[in-house]
């Protein structure tokens, strides 16, 4: 199969698996809102961010490593699979010994052990869908995404809308979601067959360490580059300002539903196609960013321009105490994208097994993100938040489109980049000042957009339907 093909094929699958969980989570806004308190709401996303940012440590990152070494032919399966769920026991160990520092992290002390299950359940999916999509299990994985967000809504409805257990029922919903799908895939994929402690093999098990552990700092700077701001917010405006802060921050997660469904797919491409000794290897990595770039452009000029239609449509009122989040998107939205641009960068690190380079990246972004967050929430409230988070991720796509080009030389299209994002900026002051004709003003450049970045998505169209001979 041709490779653009192949790579489209697997961005369906993958999407299948990915699309309706995500956009599901964006749906149940109404719901949300309507049987949490503003309040509570912030607290509950909150507890869940502190879970992300345990989870690299209790796996030990090894999901990274699961995904790279298990595509890797060289590498026995087995060993692999073993592998990951011994680092996974070994890190949930650690978690339990620090059980006297967990009752210690603000707002979830009642909520420590169910902070716990939640890891727990998450990383034992992750591990089995990380290695799924290893042995290009793809139909199976889109599979359990569906299945994953049928529980999911089951267990929403079920804690929250008839046992009304609010922010517990919030957190536990995901947990059991995430246990049944891991039981599923372990089943069906017949992963007993490859978890066997007589093939684990120690060399293996350390050269994949060696390759997540600086893949687990990345992860906690990526962490504090996304999730800081809430915890800024909360302890600087107060709970209620972060539950508008996180109501907004739920619509840019429409663009990174398409990108994550995209970059599961790609990273496969960028391993199978993308490896050295591929021909063509830079053209291929510069017509697929052009396309990507292209397709996120054009869609956050659309998610800018109708900011107050969406938080609407989450809040079903124009005097829901959630409604004024809608002035917080247009700079998240932004940052998304770049967010975006980011992990695309990270598919060559991945490739060339540069997982140093990934966490010297990030730790950068991170930084620059505290700093702003301390000196610009005070001042901007919230859109300092989004700012900082912009800003941060705009520093950490300029170290990595500078590092990448000794291992990679593809081209990023810098100047159709620069004037979309300026385009979006002009459209953001548009909306977020409410100039007189706002409607009209902010309308223009996002046409502009939808203009200048067109012709990419056409061409690459053309060229799946065949119309254009595969390069």
């Excluded at 966490?359 to 610009?376: D, E, P, Q, S």
């Amino acid at each position: 199969m041709d490779k653009y093909k192949r790579l489209l094929s697997n961005t369906v699958l993958f999407g299948i698996s990915s699309f309706a969980s995500k956009i599901l989570v964006f749906l149940l806004m109404p719901f949300f809102t309507r049987v949490l308190q503003l309040g509570d709401f912030g607290d509950a996303n909150l507890i869940t961010k502190y879970a992300q940012l345990l989870l690299p440590l209790v796996s030990l990152g090894i999901a990274n490593a699961v995904i790279r070494f298990g595509l890797d032919k060289t590498y026995n399966k087995s060993s692999v699979f073993t592998g990951g769920f011994v680092a996974i026991m070994i890190g949930f160990t650690a978690l339990l010994l620090c059980w006297p520092l967990l009752v210690r992290i603000p707002g979830t002390g009642q909520y420590t052990a169910l902070l716990c299950v939640y890891i727990l359940m998450s990383v034992l999916r992750n591990l089995c869908s990380q290695f799924v999509r290893a042995k290009q299990y793809t139909r199976l994985y889109a599979v359990d995404g569906l299945l994953n967000t049928v529980l999911y809504l089951t267990f929403v409805v079920l804690f929250l809308g008839v046992f009304k257990w609010g922010i517990s029922g919030y957190v536990l919903a995901t947990a059991a979601a995430d246990f049944f799908s891991a039981c599923f895939l372990f089943l069906v994929a017949g992963l007993r067959h490859y978890l066997s402690f007589r093939k684990f093999d120690k060399g293996v098990f350390l050269e994949m360490l060696k390759y997540a552990a600086p893949l687990i700092p990345a992860s906690m700077f990526w962490w504090i580059t996304n999730t800081s701001d809430h915890v800024f917010i909360t302890y600087m405006l107060g709970n209620e300002m972060n539950g508008l802060y996180e109501t907004a921050y739920r619509v840019p997660n429409i663009i990174m539903l398409f990108s994550t469904l995209f970059t599961e797919a790609w990273q496969l491409s960028a391993v199978t196609d993308g490896d050295r000794n591929s021909p063509g290897r830079s053209h291929f990595f510069s017509k697929v960013f052009l396309s990507y770039q292209a397709l996120l452009f054009i869609g956050a000029a659309g998610l800018i321009y109708c900011a107050k239609l969406i938080v609407i449509l989450l809040t079903a009122s124009l005097t829901s105490p959630f409604y004024p989040s809608w002035q917080y998107i247009p700079v998240l939205v932004i940052a998304t994208v770049f967010s975006c641009f980011v992990s695309f960068m990270g598919s060559i690190y991945m490739v060339e097994k540069r997982s140093a380079a990934n966490l010297f990246t990030m730790m950068a972004g991170a930084v620059l993100n505290l700093i702003l967050n301390f000196l610009l929430i005070p001042k901007m409230g919230p859109n300092g938040a989004a700012l900082a988070t912009f800003a941060s991720y705009l520093l950490v796509f300029i170290l990595r489109a500078i590092n990448t080009r000794a291992l990679l030389p593809f081209n990023l299209h810098l100047s159709r980049m620069t004037v979309s994002v300026l385009l979006l900026a002009a459209e953001s002051v548009c909306m977020i000042a409410e100039v007189p004709y706002w409607q009209l003003w902010a309308a223009l450049p996002a046409l502009f957009v939808i203009v200048l970045n067109a012709k990419p998505l056409l061409l690459s169209l053309m060229k799946l339907l065949g119309h254009r001979k595969a390069e």
